[in-house]
């Protein structure tokens, strides 16, 4: 099993380019999540997927879209990229309603010139 | 809104015990969870311990949880080196139906030789 796999590991764009973000579990998990972390803070909830077909806004949304492709596939898009998105990007998923143990995929370090 | 509170930095020498202290936020939270960071990588769960619970003990590392006082600490017996990472703990957001997480800002943990 990969767990969770995020591409790409690294990424660099321009103001106002946009992007997108890919992430895939084969844990066959319900939930997946898309989390930034800055330095010096914690992990940040974007958007997350409760199940396949749902999605809702987490702590800061703005700036970003997210769709749930299938179970195992959770992709969040930056349409107009801006200095202040440069961060690192981690996706994980969980099987609600569980412990909720989250397992975290390898991150993508983005930065926005 | 509240934060979940974390000292930022531990330095501690190898063979001691470390104790990283957490004050989570919502007293109705379900499960508390101490997450492990590596540099370069993604969190990876180390333990977790339900709310009805007070302490859990998982080989060198003891949970201690006071609801009353919405603090959380983990101890890890006899430091290795290897153990310097990042630690974070965690809450279940309410906002999300508990799905998602809310975690603290992290401590660096510092094992010298």
């Known amino acids: 099993n990969a767990g969770v796999t995020q591409t790409p590991k690294f990424q660099v764009l321009k103001t106002g380019q946009s992007m997108t973000l890919q992430c895939a579990q084969d844990?066959?998990?319900?939930?997946m999540y898309w989390y930034r972390q800055d330095p010096g803070m914690g992990l940040r909830l974007i958007y997350y997927?409760?199940?396949?077909?749902?999605?809702d806004k987490g702590e800061v949304p703005n700036g970003y879209n997210v769709s749930r492709l299938n179970k195992r596939e959770f992709s969040l898009r930056l349409e107009s990229a801006a200095p202040s998105q440069t961060s690192v990007y981690f996706c994980?998923?969980?099987?609600?309603?569980?412990?909720?143990?989250?397992?975290f995929g390898p991150g993508t370090r983005l930065t926005v010139l | 809104g509240e934060d979940v509170e974390q000292s930022l930095f531990l330095s501690v020498r190898e063979g001691d015990s470390s104790v990283i202290n957490c004050t989570y936020t919502?007293?109705?939270?379900?499960?508390l969870y101490w997450y492990k960071q590596e540099p370069g990588a993604g969190l990876q769960l180390l333990t977790y311990?339900?709310?009805?619970?007070d302490m859990k003990q998982d080989q060198r590392l003891t949970v201690l949880l006071n609801k009353k006082d919405k603090h959380l600490s983990l101890r890890i017996a006899d430091t290795q080196t290897g153990d310097s990472a990042i630690y974070f703990c965690?809450?279940?957001?309410?906002?999300?139906?508990?799905?998602?997480?809310?975690f603290g800002s992290g401590t660096r943990l510092q094992v010298q030789p």
């Open positions: 997927s409760a199940s396949e077909g749902t999605t």
């Open positions: 994980a998923s969980s099987e609600w309603p569980s412990h909720n143990e989250q397992f």
């Open positions: 311990i339900f709310s009805n619970m």
């Open positions: 844990m066959n998990h319900n939930s």
């Open positions: 965690a809450e279940n957001m309410r906002d999300t139906g508990r799905r998602a997480l809310t």
């Open positions: 919502d007293s109705s939270s379900t499960y």
